[in-house]
């Protein structure tokens, strides 16, 4: 992926597999989600702006080439999933699938003057196929990142049918070997609903 860097070109996949785009966890909130929220400008990175929410991770992943080693990262805005309320809606709909967690959410920290401070927070998530509850678990994994505090410019919706409930957050994804879960299924998805226009 070509980006401007200090008003030059910049490409990720020139660079040894070692060196591409591949943040730990610390890094994806202090230097790019963050910032991001805040509308501040973010270093050299590869990660896509998309609904993630609304597409089924397989269309994204025919979309666009992985960053990393096998990993895609995703500015997202969420959804609510019903009007006035503060449940995250993370099914793609019309029965394609839905994301279901997986753990409770794991602290981001890192030193600050000597004590550890909670940066944000990290929730795992697979990917089922068809209708909740009655979905099939796929190899689709994700971890959903979120900052501890509020970001400093709030989210303003322009309207009463707007049902989005941040603004951005970053998810990581990624295909678990088939191996690892002992059989490998595909799945019917048509790829003509998918179009590449993913873009907020």
């Not at 973010?42 to 597409?55: E, K, R, S, T």
């Not at 992985?66 to 709909?93: A, H, L, M």
């Not at 002992?182 to 179009?195: A, L, Q």
Request: include cysteine.
């Amino acid at each position: 992926m070509n980006l401007l860097y200090s008003g030059r070109p910049f490409d990720f996949d020139s660079l040894p597999p070692s060196d591409r785009f591949c943040p730990t966890d610390v890094q994806l909130i202090l230097l790019y989600l963050s910032r991001k929220v805040n509308r501040q400008p973010l270093p050299p990175n590869d990660i896509i702006q998309a609904n993630f929410y609304a597409h089924h991770p397989d269309h994204l992943a025919e979309g666009y080439n992985p960053q990393g080693v096998n990993k895609w990262f995703y500015f997202t805005p969420r959804d609510s999933k019903y009007p006035n309320g503060q449940t995250y809606e993370r099914d793609i709909g019309g029965g394609r699938g839905y994301w279901k967690r997986t753990g409770s959410d794991i602290e981001i920290k890192d030193d600050h003057e000597g004590r550890k401070i909670i940066l944000g927070y990290k929730t795992p998530f697979v990917f089922y196929h068809g209708s909740h509850p009655q979905g099939v678990e796929t190899n689709w994994i994700m971890h959903e990142f979120t900052l501890a505090d509020h970001p400093s410019q709030p989210l303003i919706r322009d309207n009463d049918d707007n049902l989005m409930l941040d603004d951005c957050v970053l998810c990581m994804v990624y295909k678990k070997d088939s191996s690892e879960r002992g059989s490998e299924r595909s799945w019917d998805v048509p790829t003509n609903e998918f179009k590449l226009k993913l873009k907020l």
